[in-house]
């Protein structure tokens, strides 16, 4: 029986995947690198210093700096992108989620954010729906960024759920990767061909209802 669902939030619950993008774009930039349009996609879902490695990768830089010196380059990407998401307001939920997590919320299901993004609590507040979650993993404390199940197993624990009494959210082709390592159903939100791995797919949030979730969710478990 379904009894929570499981949330990614960039590209999930609101469009910060495209100021990430913007702030690694200008990093980059300053490196003379120019990231390639697979970049959007393959950057998705990873945690910053994985984020990191893959822009200099694109460069064939990744053995020109430090540990300390690529922490300082991550550090800047992250204020870049800071200023970024600083003028985010609740008009930045994407179409479809004050409904969804409205309908959850009616239907008594526990919800907990399973992003690697250390900014999420900034931008859940901007966005006025922190009270919304029973919880937030706090990606400081774990080992293994996505695609490793570690972050799902982590939030589906923090709800006290099983692997088959949740539903994950993911917009990110790791992520799908990482939900169903970890033995849940996922709904991807994106292209159907890059997340097929996911058990149900949607073009984008607007498309997301609670039943249809719950009925793909059931005939799954059956
Ligand atoms: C999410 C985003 C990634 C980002 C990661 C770390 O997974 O999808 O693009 O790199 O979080 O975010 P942070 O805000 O901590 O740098
Ligand atoms: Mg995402």
Same mark, same amino acid.
């Given at each position: 029986m379904l009894k929570g669902l499981l949330f990614d939030l960039d590209g999930v619950l609101t469009d910060s995947a495209k100021y990430h993008l913007a702030a690694w774009n200008q990093l980059a930039t300053s490196l003379q690198i120019k990231l390639p349009p697979a970049a959007n996609e393959q950057l998705r879902g990873r945690s910053r210093m994985d984020s990191l490695n893959l822009v200099l990768a694109y460069g064939d830089?990744?053995?020109?700096? &430090?540990q300390a010196q690529k922490v300082a380059l991550a550090t800047r990407k992250n204020q870049l992108y800071q200023q970024l998401i600083?003028?985010? &307001?609740?008009?930045?939920?994407?179409?479809?989620i004050s409904n969804l997590l409205a309908d959850a919320k009616a239907a008594g299901l526990k919800m907990v954010i399973a992003s690697a993004s250390q900014n999420a609590p900034t931008i859940l507040t901007q966005l006025g729906?922190?009270?919304?979650?029973d919880g937030i993993v706090d990606p400081a404390t774990l080992k293994h960024g996505k695609p490793d199940p570690e972050i799902y197993v982590r939030a589906q624990q923090q709800a006290h759920l099983?692997?088959?009494e949740v539903v994950a959210f993911e917009d990110a082709v790791v992520g799908v990767a990482a939900i169903k390592a970890a033995g849940q159903f996922a709904v991807g939100i994106g292209d159907a061909l890059a997340l097929h791995r996911a058990d149900y797919v949607v073009p984008s949030t607007a498309a997301l209802r609670l039943d249809k979730i719950k009925q793909a969710f059931n005939a799954k478990q059956e």
């Open positions: 830089q990744q053995d020109h700096f &430090t600083q003028k985010m &307001t609740a008009a930045d939920i994407l179409p479809g729906i922190l009270d919304q979650f099983a692997a088959n």
